[in-house]
C-alpha cells in the first residue's frame, strides 16, 4: 500500500510532469486563463491518461516494439476522440472555450511519455496509479495558475468576484505574456522550495 | 490577381507575426522550450519542423476534402490526422537519410520529436477549419512555420546571453527562460491590429 502511495505521490512532487518534466505545457498555457476551464482541461486530461495507460498496459506483452509508438498513438487518439464528442455534447461553451486543444490532448507528450516510459513495462494496478498520479499533478498546477490568472486578471475566483467593485483588472495576466511568467516564477519558486529542503 | 497576392499576403503577416503560433496561440511549446537552448539547435529545430509542416498540411488538406468530408467521417479526423503526420515523419526520415543525407544530418535528430509537436497537428487542423484553398493552406503553414523558427530563434539568442548574467539560482535555466518568453509576447502583443 506504501508502494502504491509512493507510486502516485511522484506525479504530483517528484516528476510533476509540467514543473519538473516540462511536458505537456501547451494546454496549460492556453486553458488557464480561468479556473473552470483548468478543472475541465485537468478531467479530460487524467481521464485520457489513465484509460490509454490501462490499455497499453494490459496489451503491452503483445505490441511488437519496432511498432508501438503507432499503437500508442492509435488508443491515445481514440480516447480524445471520445472526450472531444463529449464535450462537444455535454459541454458545448466549455469545449467552446477550449477549441483546438482538447483535440491536441492526442499530442500531449505528457501521456505518450508515460505510456513509453511506464504504462508499457509495468503491471495494470501501478500503471493506473502512476497516471492517477501524473493526472492529479497536471491538473493542481494547472489550477494553481489559473488561479492566479483569473485573480489578477479578472479580479474573480471561478467567475465569482473577489476584490473590491475599483480593481483594476490587471489585463496582462489574461494576455499570453501573463501565463509565462506565472509559470515561471512558479518553477523558481519549486526550485527554491525543493533546495531548502534537501 | 490582385486580391489573392493581398489576401495572401495578409494569411502571411497573420500566421508569422499577429498569432504567432508560440507566443500568441502558445502551441508548440515543448520543442521550444526543450530546443531554445542554443542556436544551432533552434535552427536545425526550424527546419525540420518547416518541412514537415508543410507537407503534413498538404496531404491532410487532401485528405479531409477528398475522402473524410464525402464520407462523412469527420469524427475520425483527429486519429487520421496525427497517423499521417506520424508516418509522414517516417518517411521523410528515411528519404532523407538515403538521397539528401547532409540535410538528414542537419535536422536528423529533430524529426522523432516532432510527432508530437502539437503545432503541426494545430496548424493541420487550423488549414481544414478556416476553410482554406490548397494555395491559402501552402502559404499559411510556411508563414506559421516561419514564425515558429522566428520565435525559436529569437529566445536561443536570448538564452545564449542569459548564460552569462548573473541570476539567482532559482531562476536559472527554464524559470528564466519562461519569462524571457513572457517579455517576448508582450512585444509581438505589439502586432496586433497588424491585419
Redesign the interface.
Known sequence: MKNLWSYFKNGIIGENPILRL?????SV??VSVRVENCLAMGAAVTFVMVSSSTVVSLIRNWVPSQVR??IF??II??F??VV??VMQAYLPSLSQAMG?FI??I????MI?GRAEAFASRNPVGLSIVDALGMGVGFTLVITAIGLVRELLGYGQILSIPVFPEHYQNMM?MV???????V???Y???L??FS?RSK | MDETLVQIFKIFVSAALVDNIILARYIGLCPFIGMSSSLANGIGMGMAVTFVMVLASIVTWFLWFFILLPLNLEYLRIMVFILVIATLVQLVEIVLKKNVPNLYRAMGIYLPLITTNCAILAVTFFGVDYGYSLLEVVVYSISVALGFTLALVLLAGIRERLRFSRLSPFYQGYPIAFIATGLLALAFLGFKGLV
Open positions: 516540462m511536458i505537456g505545457l501547451c498555457l492556453a509508438i503507432p498513438i492509435v487518439s481514440t480524445t476522440t472531444d464528442l483546438v483535440p491536441l492526442v499530442v500531449n507528450c505518450m496582462v494576455l499570453p505574456p501573463g501565463a509565462f511568467f509559470i515561471g516564477v518553477i523558481a519558486l526550485n527554491r533546495r
